[in-house]
């Protein structure tokens, strides 16, 4: 029996926007994100849940009790926000044990869970601050400690990382996750960051214009989307589509693969040419941007650095193995690739593929530059 279960829920304004007949279910203990752009009702879904906003139609369940009538303070449920929704006036404590005090719990126990939390996020030595005395970092880390303190098994998460600066948004993000593992809470957490989503997450709803596009775990969407929104989505870079005919395909198909699946070779050697738009050098990785006419986002990712220029002609090899073939009407999948765990990533084709592999040496840069 699934610990939250959402059936059929649906709630617009004016017959837009909003959510309409969502259902899923979540056990207890499970990472859920629910991911997508701006506008596709990622957040209504969570204010639905959170007791926050009032169905059109369908249940809500958690923990077996159908909650969807009751008010929030009634649902077993912690919610972590966006704007941290700290007291400016109570200091770092206070903030933490503010609902415990509101529920009567008495001080021991109230000491001892502030004693956990402050060690759990971190902010031993900080209990005296006032929030206007603290970093971004430090008040989410405060919000997340006041979620954990109440013990709910159920805890929401709105975009609660989406006002930090790169490096503390991976620093909380790791706290996040070590924090449901420890208190085995069952997590719902909204984002538009795919990153956050794809790191934290058992399972992920990708949400487009009120409805679910596709559910399943991290490596599912990645590997498997449902559809061409799924497949451009998820990735950075997202999936490279390209018109099927292009590659021999007949019928209205794209052909999806992943830029890590790509390989190069010298122009006229692969299974098609492709100009080189531009580069970005990123260590462990070379990331270049490819042009052709029949292509969308044509990428490729290579290992370390490559010999490329901006304007070379390239012949670039998608391994069959690697190949998603979507209808290009309907946009859903039609067919997997045959995966071959061993060739997911190969950027050198083996000889007997017929083509002659790039590598950074000077010989083929001169083959390159011919």
Not at 59 to 72: F, H, M, N, S, W
Not at 162 to 167: G, I, Q, R, V
Not at 189 to 203: F, I, P, R
Not at 289 to 304: E, F, K, N, Q, V
Request: aromatic share 4%; proline share 7%; net charge positive.
């Amino acid at each position: 029996m699934s610990f939250l279960t959402l059936e059929g829920l649906t709630r617009q304004w004016s017959g837009q926007g909003g959510v309409r007949d969502i259902s899923l279910g979540l056990q207890q203990g499970a990472f859920l994100s629910i991911l997508g752009p701006s506008g596709c009702g990622k957040s209504t879904m969570l204010r639905l849940i959170a007791g926050l906003e009032q169905p059109q139609a369908g249940r809500i369940r958690i923990d077996g009790r159908d909650v969807t009538a009751l008010p929030a303070a009634q649902r077993n449920l912690s919610m972590v926000f966006q704007s941290y929704a700290l007291f400016p006036h109570l200091r770092v404590a206070e903030n933490v044990i503010f609902g415990l005090k509101v529920r009567r719990v008495t001080r021991a126990d109230r000491e001892r869970r502030l004693a956990e939390v402050l060690a759990m996020t971190g902010l031993e030595g900080l209990e005296r601050r006032k929030p206007s005395e603290l970093s971004g970092g430090q008040r989410q880390r405060v919000a997340l400690a006041r979620a954990a303190v109440a013990e709910r098994p159920l805890c929401l998460m709105d975009e609660p990382l989406s006002n930090l600066d790169a490096k503390l948004r991976h620093s909380v993000r790791r706290d996040i996750r070590t924090l449901a593992r420890k208190l085995a809470l069952t997590v719902v957490y909204v984002t538009h960051d795919q990153g956050e989503a794809m790191s934290l997450s058992d399972k992920v709803v990708l949400m487009r214009d009120g409805h679910i596009e596709q559910i399943g775990t991290p490596s599912d969407l990645y590997a498997r989307p449902a559809t061409i929104f799924a497949a451009q989505f998820i990735g950075d870079p997202p999936m490279s589509l390209i018109d099927a005919a292009a590659l021999g395909q007949e019928g209205a198909y794209t052909i999806g693969m992943r830029p890590e699946a790509v390989s190069l070779v010298p122009a006229g050697q692969g299974d098609l040419d492709a100009r080189i738009d531009d580069f970005e050098y990123l260590g462990g990785e070379t990331r270049l941007a490819l042009r052709h006419p029949a292509a969308d986002g044509l990428a490729a990712i290579l290992p370390g650095p490559a010999p490329f220029e901006p304007g070379q002609t390239v012949g670039v090899v998608i391994p069959k193995e690697n190949r998603l073939l979507f209808d290009s009407v309907t946009g859903s999948l039609k067919k997997e690739p045959q995966q071959n765990p061993k060739a997911r990533i190969r950027q050198n084709p083996a000889p007997e593929d017929g083509h002659r592999p790039l590598t950074p040496t000077q010989t083929v840069k001169e083959d390159l530059l011919k």
